[in-house]
């Protein structure tokens, strides 16, 4: 097959590291990215033009389009993308609020032959898919419960840009930039939250966007799920515990380009509700490397290759785990009315 011609909007840290995984695969050529750091056209090492602006990009000769901008650009570029008759892959979230992803999800069915996809990196990981398969099967019986803390110690962290902090840009603080990733997957294991209840807040740092967030949501078939999404954690933090008829499932650490969430692992547990008394047999799996951005771009491939839509990632996807999190969001009377958050239902 002949390669597909790729172009990445937004040239940063992320936008480089899908550079890289872009390079590798053998059916994807990148020819030109785009970023506002860049003055005038050049040509790389590698063989790739940039770019200072997406219009610059968007007039090359292209098959498919990174989106790795601000949160304020993701939703006007991606229907650029499509609009351009491009395949589109978007980096979360999807858009700033659920009213500014509507125009997406009807250019998608304006260009229905063509795919979007959007990065819920997470579902790749390996303890993820692991933990996925365990409950798809039914072995340990239907989820009970599950508690899920994911943390950071500063909403902005690694030399990431000043406009994480900037509401107008980025449209909320530590929920919608990494708790975004747990709230997919809580999603992805129990199915839909019908109940929101929350707590936000922003009274440690000060910025006008939250530093945490509590939800307890409860899925329609009962399932309920405790969530804090921190930026005040100061010893970073992922963990999720999936409690079920027969045994948990215990997800500590996430292999990430900084490590500092710690090994990734997945303890099962099988218990015998009726004789363990607290002691069950569990044993734990750690996973040592991380496939899951690679793993992730040759689904996208995949899916344009067959023409079909990828298991992950999906507008659908993308359109429940926002409208959650704007739920989130609005369940604070507090948070709702000091930002006029907008009625997700």
Known sequence: MTALRVGIAGYGVVGQR???????????????????????????????????TIAE????????????????????????????????????????SLSELQPVLAAEQRHSNQRLMYGFNHRYHDSVIRALDIIRSGDLGRIINMRGVYGKAKLITFNQPSWRVDRSISGGGVLLDQGIHMVDIMRLFAGEFTEVTSVISNNHWGYDVEDNAYALMKSADGAVALFNSSATQWRHQFSLDINLQRGSLILRGILTGSKSYGAETLTIVRADPDNDNGDPVEATETFNRDPSWEREIGAFVDSIDSGRAPEH????????????VSQIYYSDPVWRAKYSIEDPQ
């Open 18 to 52: 899908r550079g890289q995984c872009i390079r590798s695969h053998p059916r994807l050529d990148l020819v030109a990215v785009c970023d506002q750091k860049l003055k005038g056209r050049t040509t790389s090492d590698d063989g790739f033009a940039s770019f200072a």
């Open 313 to 324: 990632g999906t507008s659908t996807d993308a359109l429940a785990t926002l409208k959650l």
């Open 57 to 96: 990009l968007l007039a090359c000769e292209l098959d498919v389009l990174f989106v790795c901008l601000s949160n304020d650009l993701a939703a006007t570029a991606t229907i650029a993308g499509l609009n351009r008759g491009l395949h589109v892959f978007c980096e979360k979230p999807p858009a700033r």
